[in-house]
C-alpha cells in the first residue's frame, strides 16, 4: 500500500478534476490546490495552462511550491500580466477556468463566506482575509470547486453568515454553482443543487462525516472509497512539486502552523545560499 498523506490526497483529489488543454485558476495562499495543479501538469495534463491572482498572469511552464518566492512561478515564467480588475471582469471570462476556493463557511446549496462570522457586520466574532474577486468570478462561472483542509461544523452550516460565493440558486441568471468539493475526510459534488457525499477516504464513516457537517448530508448510491494515490503522485509531490511541504500549512493552525513556517523559510533560505 502507498503511504501517504492527508495533504497529499486532497492534492490528488484537486489534480483528478483537471482535463489536459484546460485554463485553471488559482487564487493566493493556496499551496494544497498549487501542488494538485502542479501535479495534473506533471501527469496526465501536459498542456495545462495557470492564471493567477499571485501574480496576475497566465503561464504554461511550472515551478517548486515556496514562500519567500511564491512569485516565481508567475511572474518568472508568466506569458502575459495584467491588472487584477482586468484578470477578474475581462480575462476570465473569455477563459472559463476551473477554478478552487477554500471557503471559511459553506452551505449545502454551495453558497460560501470569506467575508466575516458574525451576524453583525460592523462587529463580527472573527473578520475574514476577504472575498477578492469571489463574488465577480462565482457569478458567471460554471466550474467553481470548493475545498476545506479542515472538515467540522462550523464550515459546513445550514445558512452562511454572508455570501461572497454564489452557489446553487434560482436567483443566479448564468454560470452555475460549485460542481465539485474535497475535504480531508471526502469528496462531494452538488446533483441536484444541494451538496452529496461521493466518496470517503480511506478509514472514514459516513457517520464521522456527518457529525461535522451542519445540514443534514446526503450519500449518492455508489459511494466508495476515495482512491489513494499513485507512488508516482507521491515521489512528484514530495520530491518535485513542493520538496518544503509547503503544502501541509493549510492543514496545520496555531503553534503548529508557525513552526512549519519557520522551517521551512529556514529551508527555503538555505537553498537559496547554497
Not at 500580466?81 to 463557511?105: D, H, K, M, N, S
Not at 472575498?131 to 461544523?153: A, F, K, N, W
Amino acid at each position: 500500500m502507498v503511504d501517504f498523506t492527508i495533504d497529499e490526497l486532497i492534492s490528488v483529489c484537486i489534480a483528478r478534476q483537471i482535463t489536459d488543454g484546460e485554463v485553471v485558476a488559482q487564487g493566493i495562499a493556496t499551496p494544497l490546490v498549487a501542488a494538485g495543479y502542479l501535479l495534473a501538469k506533471c501527469t496526465h495534463a501536459p498542456n495545462l495552462l495557470f492564471a493567477s491572482a499571485i501574480g496576475q498572469g497566465v503561464c504554461r511552464e511550472w515551478a517548486p511550491l515556496g514562500l519567500a518566492r511564491v512569485e516565481a512561478l508567475w511572474l518568472d515564467k508568466a506569458m502575459l500580466t495584467v491588472g487584477f480588475a482586468r484578470v477578474a471582469a475581462e480575462i476570465l471570462p473569455q477563459l472559463r477556468p476551473l477554478e478552487f476556493f477554500r471557503p471559511a463557511q459553506v452551505d449545502a446549496g454551495g453558497n460560501f463566506n470569506n467575508i466575516a462570522l458574525g451576524k453583525d457586520y460592523r462587529r463580527p466574532r472573527l473578520r475574514l482575509p476577504g472575498t477578492g474577486g469571489i463574488p465577480d468570478v462565482t457569478t458567471y462561472e460554471d466550474q467553481v470547486c470548493l475545498y476545506v483542509p479542515r472538515h467540522s461544523r462550523v464550515t459546513f452550516v445550514e445558512k452562511v453568515d454572508y455570501v461572497a460565493g454564489l452557489g446553487h440558486t434560482a436567483a443566479r441568471t448564468r454560470g452555475s454553482g460549485p460542481r465539485y468539493l474535497v475535504t480531508d475526510l471526502g469528496q462531494f459534488d452538488f446533483a441536484g443543487g444541494r451538496m452529496r457525499l461521493t466518496s470517503l477516504h480511506p478509514g472514514v464513516t459516513l457517520s464521522q462525516v456527518q457529525a461535522k457537517t451542519g445540514f443534514p448530508l446526503e450519500a449518492a448510491p455508489d459511494c466508495g472509497e476515495t482512491p489513494p494515490p499513485t507512488t508516482e503522485d507521491v515521489r512528484l509531490l514530495r520530491e518535485a512539486i513542493d520538496p518544503l511541504g509547503v503544502r501541509r500549512l493549510e492543514m496545520l493552525g496555531g503553534a503548529a502552523r508557525r513552526e512549519a513556517l519557520r522551517a521551512i523559510l529556514l529551508q527555503e533560505a538555505a537553498l537559496a545560499a547554497a
